[in-house]
């Protein structure tokens, strides 16, 4: 898969409209055939303008997490990041909780990762498939031995901590 290049001269997402609740879905991907150094200096102005606008960015990450963390590390954002579709192993997850980055498990996740997540730090997603969603809560919650409803609640009191218009606009 070939990203384009983006020109930061004519490119500027519309983050400060008040319908936009974050900046998605941003990160460096080795499947890429853009160079690693190009992808890492976009991510960068990505992590500025999430900073500039105030909202969560949602991170883009396919064996770059070494990479990503370092620039969380050296550039020290205020802006929540929540990694989007996790599926690494354990020790990942630690390094990202130790962070303070948030995580988001879709349809196909690793298990032990899952169950060591707390809730308070976790989402659920179905990323871009037309799956519902409902299936995959019914799944974690069975998981980690809580009800669903309990389940929902916590990842709908993250939801409005990180994204506080939520309410508003959904």
Request: with cysteine.
């Amino acid at each position: 898969m070939t990203i384009p290049y983006i020109n930061f001269h004519t490119h500027h997402p519309v983050y400060d409209n008040e319908l936009s609740l974050g900046c998605e879905e941003h990160g460096m991907d080795r499947r890429w055939e853009t160079p690693l150094s190009e992808q890492e200096a976009a991510f960068r102005r990505h992590v500025l303008e999430s900073e500039q606008a105030g909202k969560p960015l949602v991170i883009h990450c396919v064996r770059t997490l070494e990479d990503i963390l370092r620039v969380r590390k050296e550039m020290q954002p205020r802006q929540p990041w929540i990694m989007h579709g996790f599926r690494g192993k354990p020790q990942q997850l630690q390094s990202l909780l130790s962070a303070g980055v948030y995580v988001s498990f879709g349809l196909h996740y690793n298990k032990e990762s899952l169950m060591q997540c707390p809730l308070e730090m976790m989402f659920l997603e179905t990323d871009d498939t037309v799956a519902p969603i409902e299936p995959l809560y019914k799944e974690v919650a069975q998981l980690k031995g809580i009800p669903v409803v309990a389940l929902r609640q916590k990842i709908w009191e993250n939801a409005n901590k990180l994204f506080p218009n939520l309410a508003q606009n959904g």
